[in-house]
Structure formats: C-alpha cells, structure tokens
C-alpha cells in the first residue's frame, strides 16, 4: 500500500501560480503518480501523472503548458507546480496513486488517495 499526504493549495488571484506537493509512503516504485481535481457537480476529473521514474508525464489538455508534474524521488515526493491559474480550476485538488504496471487516467485506476485540498482561483 501506498500512504499519500498533501501540502499546498489555497486561494490565489487569476494569473497567479500555487504549487503541491505530495509526500509518499509505503510502496515508492512501480506505480503511477497522478493529481486529480473534484469541483462541485462535476465529476473527479484527471489532470496530470507522471510515472515513477520520473521519466513519463501525461497531462491533462485543459492544463497542458499551464501544470507541470515533478518528482524527486530522494524525497519520495510528488509536486504540482500550477501556473497562469484560471477561476476554472477551481476545485479540491487530489493526489493519487496507480499501482498496477499500465496506466489508465481514470480515477477507479488510482487506489490510494491524499486527502485533497481546496484550490480557489478568484477572478
């Protein structure tokens, strides 16, 4: 198993960047990482994963250019770094963890799970 605990987010005027980072524990090779976003009525959508070497990202197109997915692994941490922030993105931002060998952006594809923090993008 795979333990996840985030960090970061909060509340940042249009234009302006926030970065998370999550710290993993348990299991730290041969899985996926992948960041998640839940705004209210709307389903738990992808936003970028990265493989754990570090080597592989795959971004969501709503944030390609704008979100940039990082790993160091002497840390056992994941990060986020969000640039250029819309009041779209505007949501509960979740780590998660893909343990199975191919990978499926899907969120039923992650079994371990951060607790999720808040991101508010004002206008």
């Known amino acids: 198993q795979v333990q996840l605990v985030e960090s970061g987010g909060g509340l940042v005027q249009a234009g302006g960047s926030l970065r998370f980072s999550c710290a993993v524990s348990?299991?730290?090779?041969?899985?996926?990482m992948g960041w998640f976003c839940h705004a209210p009525g709307k389903e738990r959508e992808f936003v970028a994963a990265?493989?754990?070497?570090?080597?592989?990202?795959h971004y969501a197109d709503s944030v390609k250019g704008r979100f940039t997915i990082s790993s160091d692994n002497a840390k056992n941490t994941v990060y986020l770094q969000m640039n250029s922030l819309k009041p779209e993105d505007t949501a509960v931002y979740y780590c998660?963890?893909?343990?199975?060998?191919?990978?499926?952006?899907?969120?039923?594809?992650?079994?371990?799970w951060g607790q999720g923090t808040q991101v508010t993008v004002s206008s």
């Open positions: 348990g299991r730290t090779t041969g899985y996926y």
């Open positions: 990265i493989g754990w070497t570090g080597l592989w990202t």
């Open positions: 998660a963890a893909d343990l199975s060998s191919q990978f499926d952006n899907s969120w039923p594809s992650f079994s371990s």
